[in-house]
């Protein structure tokens, strides 16, 4: 069930190592004037995670260019953090998901169990209906699903295409896929989505 994966403290740890690995590549490429990156880390106050995280899941990977003159920040991607988003990126993905043909029953259990308010869950579904399917990202990964991703069910059917939606790694599978919208916009690489 979707309770577990997000009280399931190792996924999260796997996302941080995940992001830390990334970060280090990013810092190795260095500033796209050719300056070297140094760390600028920044922390955040993530909602809907386990409460047994340690202190370093907080903090946002960035750098800062050392040339003078350039100064330049880069923030690699991340699959914890889903852009600017309070919530974390899985919460946001599997919750989203699950208000898919939902009871008022069922919505009530995630506001109680996840702490997000109706109206926070109603503007990620219109972020995944209207917003989402707008993006570079999205126009064009969307022809590598045969047969098509039902867009009107962002994100169950996403989740769906990458095995059971209530395993983790379907889950981090579509957090891979969204990494290009978590980064900020300096980033001197750029992730390729899965096929």
């Known amino acids: 069930m979707w309770q577990k994966i997000l009280q399931n ?29 140094h760390s600028a880390r920044y922390e955040r106050q993530p909602r809907g995670g386990p409460d047994d995280l340690p202190i370093e899941f907080n903090m946002r990977e960035s750098f800062c260019c050392a040339e003078e003159g350039c100064r330049r920040r880069t923030t690699p991607p991340s699959l914890r953090f889903l852009g600017r988003r309070v919530y974390l990126g899985a919460v946001v993905v599997l919750v989203s998901a699950m208000l898919h043909g939902i009871t008022e029953k069922r919505a009530k259990a995630i506001r109680e169990f996840v702490g997000v308010n109706q109206q926070t869950l109603e503007r990620w579904r219109e972020w ?10 999205w126009k064009g990964v969307r022809a590598r699903f ?28 579509v957090l891979r896929l969204l990494t290009p919208l978590t980064a900020g916009s300096n980033c001197a690489m750029a992730i390729s989505p899965p096929a």
């Not at 796997?14 to 810092?27: I, K, T």
């Not at 995944?128 to 990202?137: A, G, I, K, V, Y």
């Open 9 to 37: 403290s190792s996924f999260f740890l796997s996302l941080l190592q995940f992001d830390c690995d990334l970060a280090e590549q990013y810092r190795g490429a260095g500033c796209s004037c050719g300056g070297k990156l």
């Open 128 to 137: 995944w209906q209207e917003n989402f399917t707008r993006t570079q990202l």
């Open 146 to 173: 045969v047969p098509a991703v039902d867009s009107s069910k962002l994100p169950a059917s996403l989740l769906e295409r990458f095995g059971e939606p209530t395993k983790p790694e379907a889950l981090l599978a």
